[in-house]
Antibody
Framework: EVQLVQSGAEVKKPGESLKISCQGSGYNFTNYWIGWVRQVPGKGLEWMGIIYPGDSDTRYSPSFQGQITISVDKSITTAYLRWSSLQASDTAMYFC???????????WGQGTLVTVSS | DIQMTQSPSSLSASVGDRVTITCRAS??????LNWYQQKPGKAPKLLIY???RLQSGVPSRFSGSLSATDFTLTIGSLQPEDFAIYYCQHSYTTPFTFGGGTKVEI
């Protein structure tokens, strides 16, 4: 079974750094792009960026470029989403998802809730 | 960036109704259009990819189509478990933006 398992919920203060993870299993991890999506509570889905584990090729949405870093460690089949300095506006649920042949997203991880509050 | 305009933003329907949701791209995206269903507290679930291809395991009452510049998700006969939020997303070129969502309510 293809599965993506994300790290647990986080509570952070503004200005702190954070890295959340997404571990893939049940497929050849290096052959499929992994994407990240943000969902602010009560709002819609926002596409953040994707990474190809085979060569770490990364594409960011202009809305998130410079605010986040997407990385991967293919030795442990895990993708990461990192912030160097969190803001309250980063409070959201973050999902990872495997990208299909034409970049549809399936399956999805269960989500990681990030809360940023002083 | 390609903008995705989804309509309506919400709709009320009854079990057994035929429901149609529309998505329009700000420029040509060929057939690179996907539909997702999201229930409260859950991750989105892929329903349709490539505009009209049904994802494995998704009931056949869900279908997708393209007419001129409009992509359509149709639920042939609404079931109680279909009350959710539906999103379109293009995957033509990055960023792969989502539509604003359609909430299907009783």
């Amino acid at each position: 079974e293809v599965q993506l398992v994300q790290s647990g919920a986080e509570v952070k203060k503004p200005g702190e750094s954070l890295k959340i993870s997404c571990q893939g299993s049940g497929y050849n991890f290096t052959n499929y792009w992994i994407g990240w999506v943000r969902q602010v509570p009560g709002k819609g889905l926002e596409w953040m960026g994707i990474i190809y584990p085979g060569d770490s090729d990364t594409r960011y949405s202009p809305s998130f470029q410079g605010q986040i870093t997407i990385s991967v460690d293919k030795s442990i089949t895990t993708a990461y989403l990192r912030w160097s300095s969190l803001q309250a506006s980063d409070t959201a649920m973050y999902f990872c998802a495997r990208q299909g042949k034409e970049n549809w997203s399936d399956p999805w991880g269960q989500g990681t809730l990030v809360t940023v509050s002083s | 960036d390609i903008q995705m305009t989804q309509s309506p933003s919400s709709l009320s329907a009854s079990v057994g109704d035929r429901v149609t949701i529309t998505c329009r791209a700000s420029q040509s995206i060929s057939i690179y259009l996907n539909w997702y269903q999201q229930k409260p507290g859950k991750a989105p679930k892929l329903l349709i990819y490539g505009a009209s291809r049904l994802q494995s395991g998704v009931p056949s009452r869900f279908s997708g189509s393209l007419s001129a510049t409009d992509f359509t998700l149709t639920i042939g006969s609404l079931q109680p478990e279909d009350f959710a939020i539906y999103y379109c997303q293009h995957s033509y070129t990055t960023p792969f933006t989502f539509g604003g969502g359609t909430k299907v309510e009783i």
